[in-house]
């Protein structure tokens, strides 16, 4: 059967749900067609939710832990219950699907669940178990049979991405891990080694550090998340040693073996090579794009270091096909991914007004401490040829900071001197990936560094590091 429709989405994760309601709302016929059982992609099902909702337990753990010193006495141990944990991230994953559902069918937005790829020019084929039929109760095509056959006038690929493996060592689900699967895992192992040093590595490593678990966390390159800038990288860096979380850089895996008793890594360092026991691995060096089986070629769709190649305004080499997200070479991340979906549709109804600067989107990572920027580092900026100033200020001089206990870190405010204008904040510390909301309304709208010091922040709020980072850059800080 062929089905006559504005726009099929493949993929439901942040970018093509977001997508459908946005479409919808511009009045396109649209379908969302998903592979897995409930929609919400990576982001929720193997992301950004339940990973935060298990670092929350954790943070709370340890903050029972350390509740004496705030005068809280609890009487007898505190014990973290692992099976309890899972059990409310799988509640806030399903509240939040349930919402998906919900939202979709308030637009209207037809679904289907099954595998979508291209069939050539703009026709999509769907792959189904059960002809398309789908529970959540969103709008079904209600076609019968194993294809469903659509031709749309635009369609919008936003398949994804997946973990990817250490050549030579694939991720087993039993010692050697990826992020998908250790997330499976029902107990908390006594050792853990993290291969990589990005967002998702540090989260894990933070998170079971939290638990209890001995922790050695290994980067290739010379520094923890190294798109960071370089003071945020080594303030993280030290409070994580704090922590007692083996951090080595400039470190590579030579080769895993697999013991009775768990595993045997063994690195380079600087031509050094050294050896680590631990019960598990994970192995977080990155994903790769899920652009196999998808009718590319067929469709005339390009791709470029494996990842499909689009516009500014997210079409791709085949008029009228347009990609988003982990699919495509921008930051991999779940506001991206969302942000280049309402793009890409508005650039089907003729509404976009310009493409997305990607100077401007935040960037969050939920470890202990928390580490969120936006806009360009020191030495970006420097290279770009700006005259620079940069002010820093520490946590520890702040009043709030002091009574939640929690005073490591700074914020840092990067600014041109000719104009003083604001080019970047980047803020390593407790509930940075809150405060930088400040931070990305003041790049949008170009606001001045004396701007930002003129907004009064309230008092005593963290907020007000951004505004004395602020002053600091200005020459005159007032507090520090
Ligand atoms: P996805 O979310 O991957 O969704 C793609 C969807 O397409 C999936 O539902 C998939 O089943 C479906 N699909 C694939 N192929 C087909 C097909 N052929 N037919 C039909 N359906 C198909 N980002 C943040 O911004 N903040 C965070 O805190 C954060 N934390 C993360 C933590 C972890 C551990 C990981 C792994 C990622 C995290 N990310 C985070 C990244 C974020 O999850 C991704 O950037 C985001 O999910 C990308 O959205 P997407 O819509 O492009 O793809």
């Known amino acids: 059967m ?20 946005r479409a919808s709302q511009l009045g396109m016929r ?19 939710i339940p990973t935060k909702a298990l670092l929350h337990s954790a943070a709370l753990f340890e903050q029972a832990r350390d509740a004496g010193r705030f005068g809280v006495v ?7 219950d692992p099976a309890k944990a899972r059990g409310y991230r799988d509640q806030v994953v399903q509240k939040n699907a349930r919402g998906i559902d919900f939202l979709l069918r308030k637009n209207g937005v037809e679904t289907i669940h099954g595998w979508g790829r291209l069939a050539g020019g703009n026709r999509v084929e769907v792959a189904t178990e059960d002809g398309g039929a789908q529970s959540s109760g969103a709008q079904s095509s209600g076609a019968q049979g194993s294809t469903v056959e659509l031709s749309p006038r635009y369609v919008l690929l936003a398949t994804g991405s997946a973990p990817r493996d250490l050549p030579g060592y694939p991720a087993d689900g039993e010692t050697i891990l990826d992020s998908d699967q250790l997330l499976e895992q029902d107990r ?3 050792s853990l080694v993290v291969i990589g040093g990005g967002a998702v590595g540090v989260e894990f490593a933070s998170l079971y550090a939290s638990l209890g678990t001995s922790v050695a966390l290994v980067e290739m390159l010379d520094r923890l998340v190294p798109n960071e800038d370089e003071e945020v990288s080594a303030e993280l860096e030290r409070c994580f040693r ?8 400039s470190t590579r895996v030579a080769a895993i073996e697999r013991q009775a008793s768990g595993l045997k890594v063994t690195f380079d360092a600087a031509g050094e090579r050294r050896s680590l026991e631990c019960e598990v691995a994970l192995v977080a060096i990155g994903r790769r794009p899920n652009i196999d089986d998808l009718g590319l070629e067929v469709a005339g769709v390009e791709v470029e270091e494996g990842c499909v190649r ?10 009228g096909i347009y990609a988003i997200g982990d699919l495509v070479k921008t930051p991999w991340l779940a506001h991206v991914a969302s942000a280049e979906g309402i793009l890409a549709v508005e650039h089907m109804a003729g509404v976009a007004e ?5 100077d401007r989107v935040p960037s969050c990572t939920y470890c202990d401490p928390e580490v969120a920027s936006v806009g360009l580092t020191e030495s970006e900026a420097r290279q770009r040829g700006h005259e620079v100033a940069v002010g820093k200020f520490p946590f520890s001089a702040l009043g709030k900071s002091a009574i939640l206990g929690k005073t490591e870190g700074f914020v840092k405010v990067v600014r041109e001197t000719r104009y003083d204008q604001v080019l970047g904040v980047h803020i390593v510390g407790a509930h940075a990936t809150d405060l930088i909301a400040e931070a990305c309304v003041a790049l949008q709208v170009e606001t001045t560094t004396e701007e930002l010091v003129r907004t009064i922040h309230a008092h005593p709020t963290l907020s007000e590091a951004v505004a004395e980072a602020a002053q600091a850059a200005l020459g005159r800080p007032l507090h520090a």
Do not use: M, N, W
């Open 310 to 319: 689009v516009s500014q305004f997210q079409e791709t080499a085949a008029s």
């Open 242 to 249: 704090r922590r007692g979380i083996a951090v080595s850089t």
């Open 74 to 80: 609890i009487e007898g141990s505190v014990r973290f």
């Open 30 to 48: 649209t379908c969302v067609v998903e592979k897995d059982p409930q929609f919400g992609g990576t982001c929720l099902h193997r992301g950004c």
């Open 2 to 21: 062929t089905r006559e429709l504005d726009l099929v989405i493949i993929g439901g994760g942040p970018g093509g749900y977001v997508a459908a309601i």
């Open 188 to 190: 908390v192992p006594e």
């Open 354 to 358: 310009r493409p997305i600067d990607y």
